[in-house]
């Protein structure tokens, strides 16, 4: 099989996307066996993960958002 990246790109792709050592692992191993539509798998609950951690940080923001504008609607105008 044709791999396009090198091992170490992957590798240090897949930590600069927040796998850890088990899931980069895992995927490597999907990669040698050549077994593609498991490594879109794992990319894509990667993924998931992601974007479920920057849910909850928007709403963490929200809450924020919510304080300042309350404090800031109570707040004397100058």
């Not at 980069?24 to 992601?50: P, T």
């Amino acid at each position: 099989m044709k791999k396009d990246l090198p091992v170490q790109a992957v590798i240090q792709n897949l930590k600069d996307a927040g796998c850890d050592t088990k899931t980069v692992e895992q995927f490597m191993k999907l990669r040698e066996e050549g077994n593609i539509k498991e490594q879109l798998d794992l990319l894509s609950r990667q993924r998931c993960k992601l974007l479920d951690r920057v849910h909850r940080e928007e709403k963490r923001i929200d809450c924020l958002d919510y304080l300042v504008y309350q404090i800031q609607k109570k707040k004397p105008a100058i």
